[in-house]
């Protein structure tokens, strides 16, 4: 397997698999900020977290993600989720996707921490050679704390998905490469250090 199950731990947060006694944790985590509510995004709510789980567990049974929840140090709470999905290890590629936060929780240090430890068991562990994001053209937010990581847009895919209202999104991609790793790293350890 490319993808094996794993804890990362870093100075705020610990990333552990996701599992399905999970559900209540996450909705109550995304109740903070109503998160659910974002049209551009998909944050579970309590009518969706079933299925939300369901999907990335058979998706890290497939091979192709492994899902964790964020959890907060001081508090030993669930306070987000975020995965490694559309892993590809013919080809050393994987995505970062699927990442949110509880609204008291953003704009710290933790999205940086969390990415770090990520990409860093990315390209150190799994040796692969890009790690991509991908965004909704609308979700100014996540573009730009995308771009902060120093991931570069590849470019936009556009009328890529249907969403469950049948409008379609355009999708921004971007990605940070194995040659690039190492200043994007010295990047966020300079940011984390800045908190």
């Not at 490694?84 to 240090?109: H, M």
């Not at 249907?162 to 300079?190: C, H, M, Q």
Request: aromatic residues 10%.
């Amino acid at each position: 397997m490319f993808l094996k199950e794993i804890e990362l731990a870093s100075h705020s947060v610990t990333l552990i698999p996701l599992r399905r006694e999970h559900a209540c944790a996450l909705v109550e985590a995304a109740s903070d900020g109503n998160l659910w509510e974002l049209w551009f995004t998909s944050v579970p709510s309590s009518a969706t977290i079933d299925d939300y789980i369901s999907t990335a567990l058979e998706q890290q049974e497939k091979g192709i993600a492994l899902p964790f929840v964020i959890v907060a140090k001081h508090s030993g709470k669930i306070i987000g989720s975020t995965r490694f999905c559309n892993a590809d290890p013919v080809n050393r590629r994987l995505e970062i996707g699927y990442t949110w936060y509880s609204k008291s929780d953003q704009r710290s240090s933790i999205n940086s921490e969390c990415k770090l430890m990520l990409l860093q068991h990315a390209f150190e562990v799994l040796d692969v050679i890009a790690v991509e994001f991908r965004t909704h053209w609308h979700n100014q937010q996540s573009r730009a704390a995308i771009a902060r990581l120093g991931a570069k847009q590849d470019g936009i895919l556009r009328n890529h998905q249907k969403i469950p209202d049948g409008a379609y999104r355009d999708t921004v991609v971007f990605s940070i490469i194995n040659i690039e790793w190492a200043a994007v790293k010295k990047n966020l350890i300079f940011k984390m250090n800045k908190y």
